[in-house]
């Protein structure tokens, strides 16, 4: 199966410092990344979507100038936490989608392994 | 209303047993159906996707209710490394997108 990474895998940060996670696909172009949070016991939640070359789409009540999204090339996409606090500890999960595939396939999103962001 | 709903569990089961989770959708929009796979503190896997027809891999079997909007994921045989929380994810989008809806989980715990 395809390959996603992120790093770091995990963060604690003081509050107010800013935090950046990088998301790669190791084995294959990805035009799509997206981003999910998930806080303890509940759901993977979609932050925002993060196209190559263009600017990210932000889900409802996601602040776009507190979480930066950068999709420089088909391979990486990067979040910046910026001026983070205790509330933005969370787990941050990216996930890329085939360039192209089997159609069976196209919706088929291949997570990373997870950041685990905690702030004092 | 939630958009895909699942009972939490905890499903306690022993070893070999049988153990079927559903769930349900609100957005009768919905076009693609997945089951994915979550272990404590990881990242979400793919497990399968859910075709009308319904679908069978090894010990899975999930099948889909368009009508009901409903999804069911079958385990037969359980092993002990199924243990884990099975998310019920729904795609009603369909477009270049492709946004992904998850639902809570529905935890399993396979006992000796």
């Known amino acids: 199966g395809a390959v996603v990474s992120q790093h770091p895998s995990r963060v604690i940060c003081k509050s107010g410092t800013s935090v950046k996670?990088?998301?790669?696909?190791?084995?294959?172009?990805a035009t799509t990344m997206f981003w999910y949070r998930q806080f303890p016991k509940q759901s993977l939640m979609l932050m925002a979507t993060s196209n190559e070359g263009s600017k990210a789409t932000y889900e409802q009540g996601v602040e776009k100038d507190k979480?930066?999204?950068?999709?420089?090339s088909l391979t990486l996409s990067?979040?910046?936490?910026?001026?983070?606090?205790?509330e933005d500890s969370s787990f941050y999960i990216c996930s890329a989608r085939r360039l192209a595939g089997e159609i069976r396939s196209y919706n088929e999103q291949?997570?990373?392994?997870?950041?685990?962001?905690?702030?004092? | 209303?939630?958009?895909?709903?699942?009972d939490p569990g905890p499903f306690n089961v022993p070893e070999g047993a049988t153990v079927a989770f559903n769930c349900t959708y609100s957005n009768s929009a919905s076009q693609s159906f997945f089951w994915y796979r979550q272990d404590c503190r990881k990242e979400p896997k793919l497990l399968m996707s859910v075709y009308s027809s319904g679908n069978e891999d090894g010990?899975?079997?999930?099948q889909l209710n368009r009508a009901s909007q409903y999804i069911s994921l079958l385990i037969r045989d359980s092993k002990l490394s199924d243990s884990a929380t099975y998310l019920c994810v729904v795609n009603h989008d369909?477009?270049?997108q492709g946004n992904l809806i998850f639902g809570k989980g529905t935890k399993l715990s396979v006992k000796p």
Request: net charge positive; proline share 4%.
């Open chain 2, 59 to 62: 010990r899975f079997t999930a």
């Open chain 1, 78 to 86: 990067t979040l910046t936490v910026t001026s983070a606090h205790p």
């Open chain 2, 94 to 96: 369909g477009g270049s």
């Open chain 1, 21 to 29: 996670i990088e998301c790669r696909s190791l084995d294959f172009q």
């Open chain 1, 110 to 120: 291949f997570f990373g392994p997870g950041t685990r962001l905690t702030v004092l």
């Open chain 1, 67 to 72: 979480f930066l999204i950068n999709h420089a």
């Open chain 2, 1 to 6: 209303r939630k958009e895909v709903e699942q």
